[in-house]
């Protein structure tokens, strides 16, 4: 079973940065897909980025591309979001999920079999 714990959210005006982790447990981390999802009040779940499992490949949504970056460290069983030129709209609760059955990039949320808790993103205008 892996467990996902996501930290690094919080509050932050416009034009700033901050950088999201996502501790997995598990010894086969390495060998997983995985992404980052966000949910706004009152809309649905989407991609934010996601990548390979040895990180040859990644992808970005047409709103944060430019500005975020997906990063996986296999040795520390962790993915990392970089945020920079932060929106207000990208205001959101922040989830890192994992892929036990693919190892490329998956851009799905239903192909994701574990997730965290998620972490809060307030970003001020």
């Known amino acids: 079973q892996v467990q996902l714990v996501e930290s690094g959210g919080g509050l932050v005006q416009a034009g700033g940065s901050l950088r999201l982790s996502c501790a997995a447990s598990g010894r086969t981390f390495s060998s997983y897909a995985m992404g980052w999802f966000r949910q706004a009040p009152g809309k649905e779940r989407e991609i934010v980025a996601a990548?390979?499992?040895?990180?040859?490949?990644?992808y970005y949504s047409d709103s944060v591309k430019g500005r975020f970056t997906i990063s996986r460290d296999n040795g520390k069983n962790t993915v990392y979001l970089q945020m920079n030129s932060l929106k207000p709209e990208d205001t959101a609760v922040y989830y890192c999920?994992?892929?036990?059955?693919?190892?490329?990039?998956?851009?799905?949320?239903?192909?994701?079999?574990?997730w965290g808790q998620g972490t809060q993103v307030t970003v001020s205008s």
């Open positions: 990548i390979s499992w040895r990180a040859y490949s990644t």
């Open positions: 999920a994992a892929d036990s059955n693919r190892k490329g990039v998956v851009t799905t949320a239903s192909e994701y079999d574990h």
